[in-house]
């Protein structure tokens, strides 16, 4: 799977993490040579993110099991069966919705975690840098936040290395 008309319409399913395992494999491949689609990836990633930290996960009420049956016990056999499968359909998708919910809750967990790594992990390797050039008596570092673009998420931090030597 090394087209990206083939990957792209994947990408919001890889998002979610709900991709069939070969599915993931090829799409993970694919990824790691093509900046475009990776780009598109990240992007459908923090969308997913933010959807998931907007979503209140809800509990449905003890009482909604035991009505449902009650109404189902209730109802006569030749319209009780449509009137109990539409109700166990739509306690099916209410618990569903529920379990997605929780599911999206940790998966912007694990970005935000990851996103917080990275910059400690900037951090320190621009630290590192400065001490060595420190320690070998020339030269600076030069570091700088990057904002991200109007409208758009992410940003970064660029560093640079400036030696009187020439060796940047």
Do not use: N
């Amino acid at each position: 799977m090394t087209d990206c008309s083939r990957v792209r319409p994947l990408l919001a399913e890889h998002a979610l993490g709900i991709l069939e395992p070969a599915e993931r494999g090829a799409v993970g491949a694919h990824l790691a040579w093509c900046a475009g689609c990776r780009k598109e990836a990240r992007e459908l990633a923090e969308g997913a993110a933010v959807v998931a930290q907007g979503i209140v996960p809800a509990e449905p009420p003890e009482t909604l099991g035991p009505r449902i049956l009650g109404t189902a016990r209730r109802t006569p056999r030749g319209r009780g069966r449509r009137a109990f499968v539409g109700a166990l359909a739509a306690a099916v998708l209410a618990m569903g919705a529920f379990g997605w919910a929780v599911a999206m809750t940790g998966r912007a967990e694990q970005l935000e975690a990851a996103a917080r790594s990275a910059a400690e992990r900037a951090e320190r390797f621009e630290a590192v840098v400065a001490q060595l050039l420190l320690d070998a008596g020339e030269g600076r570092v030069l570091s700088a936040r990057l904002e991200a673009v109007e409208g758009r998420s992410g940003g970064g931090r660029a560093v640079i290395l400036d030696s009187p030597g020439g060796v940047d």
